[in-house]
């Protein structure tokens, strides 16, 4: 079944966002997202928007949803720091899924998700606005998570050896 959706006012994009933000806090993050999306429909380059629904999608991994739609958004972001600093959120969030999901590989993809994140924490943190440690505090985190759970390592190189007959 399709529907014609209805657009928002500009003037109510402010309120709009509040009620998104709020969705996110009671962890509902498809209504954040759904709201986001009309504010995006209103006003396309709206950065608050596109930050919120960036986190929305984020908030639903492991649910469903993947990084691929949380991607999509990175080069709609004005700005080679929020760029990186976001991509780096993106993996972050993607090695708890991971975790979550305790499948036997788990491990091995939420420590290489963890040091992409760091990656980009790195490089978000080389250009950070004055007075925003954001990226550093995150990579602290990763850090932290890594050298508190031996588990995550990186994946053992598998060296292939054929099993030769006599």
Not at 25 to 42: K, R, T, Y
Not at 52 to 57: D, G, H, S, V, Y
Request: hydrophobic fraction near 40%.
């Amino acid at each position: 079944m399709q529907f014609e959706l209805k657009t928002i006012s500009k003037s109510g994009i402010s309120e709009a966002l509040e009620k998104a933000e709020r969705y996110r806090l009671l962890n509902e993050p498809s209504l954040a997202e759904s709201i986001c999306l009309d504010v995006l429909h209103a006003d396309p380059g709206n950065q608050q928007a596109l930050v919120m629904l960036l986190l929305a999608l984020t908030d639903q991994f492991g649910h469903g949803a993947g990084p691929a739609k949380a991607r999509e958004i990175l080069p709609r972001l004005k700005g080679e720091y929020e760029q990186q600093y976001y991509a780096g959120i993106i993996w972050e969030r993607a090695a708890h899924a991971q975790l979550r999901k305790a499948s036997p590989n788990a491990a091995f993809t939420a420590y290489e998700a963890f040091r992409q994140a760091m990656e980009c924490y790195d490089k978000a943190a080389a250009i950070h606005p004055p007075s925003n440690d954001d990226a550093v505090l995150r990579w602290n985190t990763c850090a932290r998570i890594l050298m508190r759970n031996p588990n995550l390592r990186p994946r053992p190189d598998e060296a292939y050896e054929p099993v030769l007959g006599e």
